[in-house]
């Protein structure tokens, strides 16, 4: 049986990218290594649609958000923070271990950020150094508009604008430089179609400003020992260096695709996956959904724990469940990095087969249609 993930990280790997990665290590001091990095710095600004620096570091998706936190602020600095799920509830935990003074939107979830809340909170709090926004909230599958609350943001205050991009970079549309984003992080297993083990950090010019001022205490994740040794190639600490020989490989690809035409994949898997979900009878969870990932509610008569045991035994299909209320009332099919049409009518069908032989009443083939129909769709 062939194994297949749709999961929002980790999420597949390019078998090209496999083999590059399992060949024999390199030394990361020595000037191969350098042009390899000194090619990925090129091509994460290509990523971002940015010409500030990216910064690559070794962690996951959080510890570049964490780098963000310690290197940019001080301690009883006050910033916003979305919270409409599992990963903006974080970034409204993580800040308060450090010392800063934490302002939260309430975002129900599925649901994103509005105009007014944000507007609202940084009315009551005019000396906000900083707001953080989750691009697309993988808990819940709902994209925030970005590009509109950043316009928002620069036009009534000071704050930086902070964005966790971790499934969105690759997805959806980011254009760093133009919409005025001052931090923007994404990690290695995601959209980017490698292991999980880095995580990257672009910085506006404020965003570098406020780092020659913060006064939190910090050594690795130390963004200011990050710049200094990127702006030679090169990193403060070893690097998991066969992730960046990944990397460098995935962003290639990328570059061929084009960004926008990447953009658009996902934008049309999404839609393809929703068609064929609804096809079949099911109904979508969000309400702004993202590119990355399809949240769908369980449906009625269905038990998950049987429906996820029969799509991952017997078709070998792993996909990601509903996390803290929504246990076994929602689950998540992702469509990020590397992924196909075909890989969605292949997921859209063992979807109806297991729905069937979990009892849920609806005609067969009416979801596998839908997705083809959208794929096809002029
Ligand atoms: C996966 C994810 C994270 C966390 O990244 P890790 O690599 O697991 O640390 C943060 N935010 C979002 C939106 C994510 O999808």
């Known amino acids: 049986m062939k194994k297949r993930l749709f999961t929002p990280g980790p999420t597949p790997i390019p078998e090209t990218i496999m083999l590059k990665m399992a060949e024999p290590i390199v030394h990361h001091r020595n000037p191969e290594f350098n042009e390899i990095l000194t090619r990925v710095n090129q091509n994460l600004k290509y990523l971002f649609q940015t010409e500030q620096p990216v910064l690559t570091l070794t962690c996951s998706g959080t510890g570049g958000v964490e780098s963000t936190f310690v290197s940019l602020f001080s301690p009883g600095d006050k910033i916003i923070a979305s919270n409409g799920g599992k990963f903006g509830e974080r970034w409204v935990k993580m800040p308060k271990v450090f010392g800063l003074n934490v ?169 393809a996956i929703r068609a064929g979900v609804v096809g079949a009878g099911l109904k979508l969870f969000s309400e702004f959904p993202s590119f990355a990932v399809t949240p769908v509610w369980v449906p009625e008569g269905v038990e998950w724990k049987q429906f996820n045991k029969i799509l991952k035994g017997k078709y070998g299909i792993t996909i990601a469940g509903g996390q803290d209320d929504f246990t076994g009332k929602i689950f998540r099919i992702s469509h990020l990095g590397y992924y196909d049409e075909l890989d969605m009518i292949t997921m859209i069908g063992a979807l109806e087969m297991t729905l069937k032989e979990c009892g849920h009443k609806f005609e067969i083939g009416s979801g596998v249609t839908a997705t083809l129909n959208a794929l096809t769709a002029k």
């Open 103 to 271: 302002v939260e939107i309430k975002v129900e979830w599925g649901k994103a950020p509005t105009e007014e809340q944000i507007l609202t909170a940084l009315k009551a709090n005019p000396d906000t150094k900083a707001v953080y926004l989750t691009h697309s909230e993988t808990s819940t599958g709902a994209a925030t508009d970005v590009k509109t609350l950043s316009k928002l943001i620069r036009e009534n205050s000071n704050a930086l604008i902070c964005v966790d991009g971790i499934t969105a970079v690759g997805a959806h549309e980011m254009r760093f430089d133009e919409w005025g984003i001052d931090v923007c992080v994404t990690g290695s297993q995601k959209g980017l179609m490698i292991p999980p083990g880095l995580a990257f950090v672009a910085l506006s010019k404020r965003a570098i400003e406020a780092i020659e001022t913060s006064k939190l205490p910090r050594f690795y994740l130390d963004l200011k020992k990050a710049l200094k040794s990127y702006a030679d190639n090169d990193t403060p600490w070893t690097p998991a260096i066969s992730l960046i020989i990944g990397v460098d490989l995935a962003l290639q690809k990328i570059r061929e695709e084009g960004i926008e035409n990447v953009w658009a994949r996902h934008k049309r898997l999404a839609n």
